[in-house]
């Protein structure tokens, strides 16, 4: 029986917002400023600023959306800080990678256009959830070599400076000198027992970082509840099941690309694959990047990992 990739060739998809998708501190504290009488935050906020964000939500919710999401999630919050002083908003005379050094900056920062645009990018990625599942197909299964190096140069896709900055955050990320692309146009990372790859969408501004972590597994019980399991308890990182196919992946907004969000993806991806691919297979059976492939298993109605 000819063997099948676990890498998907992911296609860029129109994207909706799921305002459910908030921080539950932040949906609160939303409900709370904006007087909000719905149980249903979400629906509500969605009922009054459309199906998606735009800046005007950002500038009437400023204050909530910095003291209730952005100050309490790490890794937005360099985000953030980092772009907006890239663009040299805020007080120059604050300092420091602190906690509260940067929720102190953020506080210097006034509620202008060029804000609204960094927190919007970040707030799109954060509740923005492919149309359509991250597809499988049925290919070649790739002979992944020992460094990324050694995969041939192929012509790159999309916008050439994004592509030359997403190069350079791989080079950070891994401590190597230089990155190249597969034949899908993608950077290839490998790790302990994943392989992820890092896309640029040629006509969207986003970068994909993806990890297929087990695939030939058929459609065992208590599957679908084991993603769920995972998207219940990762913030940074979501899982997809499809065609046999659990693929995790994060999706950063180039428009601007902030570096430390692409390295904090690139990182949380790596680690997650690492961790949950080898775990699901023992349960499930089904192949990974690397080790031996396991058999099918079927698993009585109701039990997940």
């Known amino acids: 029986m000819a063997q099948t990739t676990g890498k998907r060739r992911a296609e860029v998809v129109e994207t909706g917002f799921d305002w459910s998708a908030l921080p539950g501190?932040?949906?609160?504290?939303?409900?709370?400023?904006?007087?909000?009488?719905?149980?249903?935050?979400?629906?509500?906020?969605?009922?009054?600023?459309g199906?998606?964000?735009?800046?005007?939500?950002?500038?009437?919710?400023?204050?909530?959306?910095?003291?209730?999401?952005?100050a309490k999630d790490p890794v937005v919050r360099r985000s953030v800080v980092s772009a907006l002083?890239?663009?040299?908003?805020?007080?120059a005379t604050v300092a420091g990678r602190s906690a509260l050094a940067e929720v102190t900056y953020l506080?210097?920062?006034?509620?202008?256009?060029?804000l609204r645009a960094v927190v919007l990018a970040h707030l799109l990625a954060l509740g923005s959830e492919p149309a359509a599942p991250v597809r499988a197909r049925p290919e070649r299964r790739p002979e992944v070599p020992a460094a990324a190096t050694e995969l041939p140069a192929v012509a790159a896709t999309g916008s050439d400076e994004l592509r030359a900055r997403v190069?350079?955050?791989?080079?950070?990320?891994?401590?190597?000198?230089?990155?190249?692309?597969?034949?899908?146009?993608?950077?290839?990372i490998r790790s302990r027992a994943s392989v992820a790859y890092v896309r640029v969408f040629k006509d969207a501004p986003v970068v994909r970082v993806f990890s297929p972590?087990?695939?030939?597994?058929?459609?065992?019980?208590?599957?679908?509840?084991?993603?769920?399991?995972?998207?219940?308890?990762?913030?940074?990182?979501?899982?997809?099941?499809?065609?046999?196919?659990?693929?995790?992946?994060?999706?950063?907004?180039?428009?601007?690309l902030a570096e430390s969000q692409l390295a904090a993806a690139i990182t949380s991806v790596v680690h997650r694959a690492d961790e949950m691919g080898p775990a699901l297979q023992q349960r499930y059976g089904g192949r990974t990047a690397f080790?031996?492939?396991?058999?099918?298993?079927?698993?009585?109605i109701g039990g997940y990992l």
Request: charged share 30%.
């Open 213 to 256: 972590v087990l695939w030939d597994l058929g459609n065992p019980n208590g599957i679908e509840e084991a993603v769920n399991e995972i998207n219940r308890t990762t913030n940074w990182v979501k899982a997809v099941w499809d065609d046999g196919t659990v693929v995790l992946f994060s999706d950063v907004v180039a428009h601007p």
């Open 167 to 188: 190069k350079e955050v791989v080079r950070s990320v891994l401590g190597v000198d230089d990155v190249q692309v597969d034949a899908d146009g993608d950077i290839p």
């Open 291 to 300: 080790g031996t492939p396991l058999p099918p298993r079927h698993l009585p």
């Open 107 to 114: 506080r210097s920062c006034r509620n202008a256009r060029s």
């Open 85 to 91: 002083r890239a663009i040299g908003l805020g007080s």
């Open 51 to 70: 199906p998606a964000p735009t800046e005007r939500f950002v500038k009437e919710t400023w204050t909530a959306l910095r003291d209730a999401w952005i």
């Open 25 to 49: 501190g932040l949906l609160r504290q939303l409900r709370d400023e904006l007087r909000i009488e719905d149980a249903d935050v979400a629906r509500a906020l969605a009922d009054r600023y």
